[in-house]
């Protein structure tokens, strides 16, 4: 139990040290522009060594876009609890609800950062990089549920591939408005689009 406090006392000591170099990172980043700072300058704001900042980074991406990587998770958690005679789209749709949480509880924050992503080529492939590794992990969750028997692995990737499309848009939209629109909206709107025939949808629940 020792030896549990601990880890746990050194994860949480961890986890806000590796907050912390973010905010630092995050902040050099918005004043000098991402291209033109370096892992040296990252390090030397934050008044460690180079080493040492490589060691909660690998990259001064990682420093901007290592939040996603909780994200997956938590989206995979809230899919599987989810009613299991929900439609699969329906259930991906409130499933995203968990990341739509972040943008709400600090709007400006997330929208400068979402912006910084955005308007960065090097940080926009590194995020959809990011993204594209939860998708193993919810087509396993839509695999667990008992929605829509019979569905192909490639079906099950095709809904999440075009659920995070529709998340990624709706955040695309929601920043050029400077986080004026609704986002959960913005969501609703995209998932709308994309939603299979009514008939379709009974006959999965069925």
């Not at 030896?3 to 918005?30: G, N």
């Not at 739509?100 to 400068?112: C, K, N």
């Not at 995209?190 to 009514?198: C, D, K, N, Y």
Request: charged share 30%.
């Amino acid at each position: 139990m020792i030896e549990a406090a601990r880890t746990s006392t050194r994860d949480i000591a961890r986890a806000a040290v590796r907050a912390e170099l973010a905010q630092v990172a995050f902040d050099l980043f918005m004043r000098e522009g991402f291209d033109k700072v370096t892992i040296n300058d990252l390090a030397e704001a934050a008044g460690v060594s180079r080493s040492t900042f490589l060691r909660y980074f690998g990259t001064k991406e990682d420093a901007v876009v290592s939040a996603l990587d909780a994200q997956g998770d938590k989206v995979a958690d809230a899919l599987r609890a989810r009613p299991a005679g929900e439609d699969d789209w329906t259930a991906l749709r409130r499933a995203l609800d968990a990341v739509i949480e972040l943008y709400h509880q600090d709007r400006a924050g997330t929208l400068a950062t979402t912006r910084l992503i955005r308007d960065t080529p090097a940080l926009c492939a590194r995020h959809l990089e990011k993204q594209h590794c939860w998708r193993p992990e919810l087509v396993q969750a839509l695999a667990e549920r008992t929605a829509a028997p019979g569905s192909t692995e490639l079906a099950l990737s095709v809904r999440v591939a075009a659920a995070l499309d529709c998340l990624n848009i709706a955040v695309d939209h929601w920043t050029a408005s400077d986080g004026r629109l609704d986002l959960v909206e913005l969501l609703d709107e995209a998932f709308t689009a994309l939603a299979p025939p009514r008939d379709q949808v009974r006959g999965a629940t069925e």
